[in-house]
């Protein structure tokens, strides 16, 4: 069975920097049928995609984001990672991460259980 | 970009009750149209893909249907366990995966 999970710190102060990593488990991520993504969820409100990782390297990011946004891979450690910079209170969220299945179309099909980061001083 | 626009924002109704929402894209994206259900505190779970195809291991009771901007979800008939939060989301733009603002289902 397929487990993915987020740790990184759930408190991060304003302008610096967001690190995230998810650790895949019961699979592997350099599979050709997967892309490996990031979803959050401010409290309350809806889900926004942020951006997705190939296992070759390749990168799909969130244009509203792209230009602080970095998605990277580490095969040997069954682990992608997310980096968002010079963070503000709007990017409070629950972060998840997540395994996008391709065949034909993209589905959402396994997704960590998600991770509280608060922005705040 | 693709604007999915879900209605209505929420919804009451009672068991047994069928119940549809509504997912309209801001230009046609043909069949690439995913359902996910959301409890609260839970991630999102798959329920429909391409518009109409069931996931393994959901009931029968909820379908989709729709092409090009169009698309609903529907449940035939409410179970206490379907009172959750419902989202559309699209995988035609393949850089960008947009989602609705989401339908909250709650219990009349």
């Known amino acids: 069975q397929l487990q993915l999970q987020e740790s990184g710190p759930g408190l991060v102060k304003p302008s610096e920097t967001l690190s995230l990593t998810c650790t895949v488990s019961g699979g592997s991520i350099s599979s050709s049928s997967y892309y490996w993504g990031w979803i959050r969820q401010p409290p309350g409100k809806g889900l926004e995609w942020i951006g997705s990782i190939y296992y070759s390297g390749s990168t799909y990011y969130n244009p509203s984001l792209k230009s602080r946004v970095t998605i990277s891979v580490d095969t040997s450690k069954n682990q992608f990672s997310l980096k968002l910079s010079s963070v503000t209170a709007a990017d409070t969220a629950v972060y998840y991460c997540?395994?996008?299945?391709?065949?034909?179309?993209?589905?959402?099909?396994?997704w960590g259980q998600g991770t509280l980061v608060t922005v705040s001083s | 970009d693709i604007q999915m626009t879900q209605s209505p924002s929420s919804l009451s109704a009672s068991v047994g009750d069928r119940v549809t929402i509504t997912c309209r894209a801001s230009?046609?994206?043909?069949?690439?149209l995913n359902w996910y259900q959301q409890k609260p505190g839970k991630a999102p779970k798959l329920l429909i893909y391409a518009a109409s195809s069931l996931q393994s291991g959901v009931p029968s009771r909820f379908s989709g249907s729709g092409s090009g901007t169009d698309f609903t979800l529907t449940i035939s008939s409410l179970q206490p366990e379907d009172f959750a939060t419902y989202y559309c989301?699209?995988?035609?733009?393949?850089?960008?995966?947009?989602f609705g603002q989401g339908t909250k289902l709650e219990i009349k």
């Open positions: 989301q699209q995988s035609y733009s393949t850089s960008m995966y947009t």
């Open positions: 997540a395994r996008h299945a391709i065949f034909g179309v993209v589905i959402i099909d396994y």
């Open positions: 230009q046609s994206i043909s069949s690439y």
